[in-house]
């Protein structure tokens, strides 16, 4: 490469007859100028505008015959700018991949949640979504079909498609099978900058859209096993009722009169009454685990002991039946029997203060599965139901709340229903 006779010192007239007798032996390696400027051009990752001055004419005449370069000279400014942007690009969509793969659970708004439910309640039809929902409903419903509804190649158009990525990945490896390396820059390695972008986009916005809706399916997997688990221990209550004179489950023939929320303590502890369906064989320890309640235990044994150890075990608050009123299963009104776990007692307990109108906490605060005598059960969004009722307070707490502040303390651990209608579950 430029190679010039005179530049070295040499002409043609300088060579001896011996000299041109001997056979000449090939030398394959670059020019000692050509190799330094070669190896800058390496180094500055093919950007000549970051080559030394003194070595960017030899970098640029080696770069293009040795196939290195592709833009042409005065195009080094655009090149770069789209080098640029490429990179700015892979690095913003890195960044929101890394920041969705590493929430723990992307969560929707409180309003789409419920359209979002509504929805899948309905058969995934936002037609049949309340009035309120239908628009949330709908909009949920384009995301989805964006994601689940593209259009699916025929098995013609797959086996083209096969064949012609097949083909191309061939073309690619013979292209750079053919492409000359060089040992001071490494292997190098090419790859298509417009496709990896386009996947990388694809990718972070799929993960974005799909994983909020597989966290509402997870979530209504839950209610579905919530609710399972409600109808096995109304049948439960209806079988302990039928050998014990209509009697719901008590641990002890006492009273009480002790602090009911101290799980642990079967003579006083509310949770043994209702853990008396495990321990008589009414009813499976995994029919009192929801699966909304982490620390649920299902790994005790109901043949020696009589209650959960500690609250956070205890999955559903059943209706708190010390006091001077304890109904039947055949109570002429329909009562209240057991809820998802109290969102009330726990707080209390640890004398903190709490809303008197949150939701359970097994299902992230948006409703609780009520069970009553009758057998049926729902699954309420509010804590106070139709008649007024408010779920976690006897109703001497309900008409001492100050309504202003939807805030109230002093809750026990004695207080008991004053009526049979009066619902009061714990803990």
């Not at 008590?250 to 006083?268: C, D, K, L, Q, S």
């Not at 303390?409 to 004053?418: F, I, N, Q, S, Y």
């Amino acid at each position: 490469m430029d190679h010039n006779p005179q530049q070295h010192g040499r002409t043609d007239t300088d060579r001896s007859p011996m000299h041109d007798a001997q056979p000449i032996e090939q030398d394959d390696r670059l020019h000692q100028d050509d190799a330094e400027a070669l190896e800058a051009l390496i180094d500055a990752e093919y950007d000549l505008g970051r080559v030394p001055e003194a070595l960017r004419p030899r970098a640029e005449h080696a770069g293009r015959v040795l196939g290195l370069l592709e833009t042409e000279p005065g195009e080094w400014a655009r090149a770069e700018s789209e080098a640029g942007l490429t990179r700015r690009t892979l690095a913003g969509v890195g960044s929101a991949a890394v920041q969705v793969a590493s929430a723990h659970e992307p969560e929707l708004s409180i309003d789409d949640q419920e359209a979002l439910d509504a929805w899948v309640m309905s058969g995934y039809d936002a037609r049949r979504t309340p009035t309120a929902l239908r628009t949330r409903a709908t909009q949920l419903e384009s995301i989805a079909a964006i994601v689940l509804d593209a259009p699916h190649p025929t098995p013609g158009e797959r086996s083209a498609l096969i064949e012609r990525t097949l083909a191309a990945v061939q073309r690619s490896e013979a292209e750079r099978a053919d492409r000359m390396t060089f040992p001071p820059a490494g292997p190098r390695r090419t790859f298509n900058m417009r496709d990896l972008v386009s996947l990388a986009s694809v990718a972070a916005i799929a993960m974005a859209v799909v994983l909020p809706i597989m966290g509402a399916a997870r979530h209504q997997q839950q209610l579905n096993m919530c609710a399972s688990n409600m109808a096995s221990v109304g049948g439960a209550f209806g079988a302990y009722a039928f050998d014990h004179a209509d009697r719901l489950p008590m641990a002890t023939a006492g009273i009480g009169g002790g602090v009911w929320w101290n799980v642990g303590t079967p003579r006083e502890s509310n949770s043994a009454n209702l853990f008396n369906l495990a321990r008589h064989g009414y009813a499976k320890l995994g029919d009192l685990a929801c699966p909304g309640n982490p620390t649920a235990s299902t790994d005790l044994d109901p043949a020696s002991d009589r209650d959960w150890r500690a609250m956070p075990q205890v999955s559903y608050s059943y209706r708190i039946m010390f006091g001077q009123t304890r109904p039947s299963l055949s109570e002429p009104s329909r009562i209240v029997l057991m809820t998802d776990r109290s969102p009330v007692v726990p707080r209390a307990a640890a004398g903190e203060s709490f809303n008197p109108w949150a939701n359970s906490q097994n299902h992230a605060g948006r409703g609780q599965h009520v069970l009553f005598s009758d057998g049926s059960a729902s699954f309420e969004r509010e804590a106070v139901l139709a008649n007024g009722d408010n779920l976690w307070l006897p109703a001497s707490f309900e008409r001492a709340i100050d309504r202003a502040t939807r805030r109230t303390t002093g809750l026990r651990g004695v207080e008991t229903p004053e009526s049979v209608n009066d619902t009061f579950v714990g803990p």
